[in-house]
């Protein structure tokens, strides 16, 4: 299956495409993830994503489309995958096509997860990632003892630079302006489907199961 994850910042895109992963085997192909990566390694890329990305403004183009062509590439991807936060504007989708058509694939659908804006400003200010294993938590939802097993074993919940009110403004408005330009883009094409990201994450995990026919 190939799918695409669509939704403002927030809306718990990495976080179902992280379970997703574990309990369904799915590839999670986080452009977030990918651009932080290069940042943490000091990478040409990584250091003209950086300023971007701590403004709360798209990283260019030509740096994400290469880092998608690659990872794309890889073995594990030929089986299917998540592209979670990518494309994030119209130019990027019009790029993913010629991308996918060259490894022989097209897009099965475009998950968009519509969460209420008070809602995405709690869940992002609370936003913290385990230093030892990677996993996503929140200090305002996570179960406590999720929060006690990466402390207790001595990790540190670590908040990213872009996860500050200042910039979350910005980053729901740049959500706004080019992003949600897709959601046409995509039910044009048929490909679109809307699933609800409010509530637990369990109660969002077993609508998208639902909508994505992998409910036992
Ligand atoms: P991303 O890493 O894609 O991050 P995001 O959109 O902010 O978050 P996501 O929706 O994945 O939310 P999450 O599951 O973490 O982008 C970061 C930056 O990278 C961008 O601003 C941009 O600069 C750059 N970038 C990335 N892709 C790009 C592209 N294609 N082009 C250009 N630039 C690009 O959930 C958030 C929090 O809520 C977590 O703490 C989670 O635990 C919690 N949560 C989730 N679901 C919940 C639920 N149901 N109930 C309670 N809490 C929940």
């Not at 695409?4 to 495409?17: C, D, N, R, W, Y």
């Not at 119209?90 to 997860?113: R, T």
Request: glycine share 10%.
């Amino acid at each position: 299956m190939r799918i695409v994850f669509l939704g403002p910042p927030g809306a718990g895109k990495g976080t179902q495409a992280q379970r997703l992963m574990a309990e369904h085997g799915m590839v999670q192909v986080s452009t977030g993830d990918l651009l932080r990566d290069a940042v943490k390694r000091g990478t040409p890329a990584g250091l003209r994503a950086k300023e971007k990305m701590d403004a709360g403004a798209l990283v260019s183009d030509d740096i994400v489309l290469e880092m998608i062509r690659d990872r794309l590439a890889a073995p594990d991807t030929r089986r299917g995958f998540i592209l979670d936060g990518f494309p994030r504007n119209v130019p990027q989708a019009e790029a993913l096509d010629p991308e996918l058509a060259a490894i022989g694939q097209q897009l099965d659908a475009v998950i968009l997860l519509e969460v209420d804006l008070d809602i995405l400003m709690k869940r992002i200010t609370g936003r913290r990632t385990c230093s030892l294993t990677g996993k996503l938590l929140n200090i305002h939802f996570s179960p406590r003892a999720e929060l006690e097993a990466c402390t207790g074993a001595g990790g540190t919940l670590v908040q990213r630079a872009d996860d500050n009110e200042a910039t979350i403004g910005k980053r729901l408005a740049v959500y706004r302006e080019q992003t949600e330009q897709l959601v046409p883009f995509y039910e044009q094409r048929g490909l679109l489907r809307r699933v609800s990201g409010e509530g637990s994450m369990d109660e969002v995990y077993a609508r998208l199961l639902r909508e994505l026919g992998l409910a036992r």
